[in-house]
């Protein structure tokens, strides 16, 4: 009848030792890795943030050599900005040509807002 009560207080002083070795592996942890910073700018600063070199690129893939900064000071792609000065400009000098050539017929007598003459594209 001795023996059962012996079982057990052996039993239990083998789930301590047990206990107390699996508690010390969990205590040594690794250090965790930094968290890594995106290179890639989102969001409505994008490429002011790419122009000013703190981020590596845009979503769009545009890095820092395609950017440029335009007459208002906002910063814009370079190669939609060319682009867009080749299509607007001669259309412009081509407007301004037709409301000088309308203002030489037309004798105006006053001061005439002449708000849009639609050009034609081909």
């Not at 059962?4 to 250090?31: E, H, R, S």
């Not at 000098?93 to 050009?119: D, F």
């Amino acid at each position: 009848m001795a023996l059962a009560p012996m079982k057990k207080a052996m039993k239990a002083g083998t789930k301590k030792v047990a206990m107390k070795a699996a508690m010390k592996a969990n205590k040594t942890m690794k250090a965790m890795k930094a968290k890594r910073i995106s290179i890639v700018a989102k969001g409505r600063m994008a490429k002011s943030m790419v122009f000013k070199g703190k981020k590596e690129k845009t979503i769009g893939g545009i890095k820092k050599e395609g950017l440029v900064v335009n007459k208002r000071g906002k910063v814009v792609s370079k190669k939609a900005s060319a682009k867009g000065k080749r299509s607007h400009f001669p259309r412009a000098r081509v407007r301004q040509q037709l409301v000088a050539s309308v203002v030489k017929v037309v004798v105006l007598v006053s001061v005439v807002a002449v708000y849009c003459i639609r050009v034609a594209r081909a």
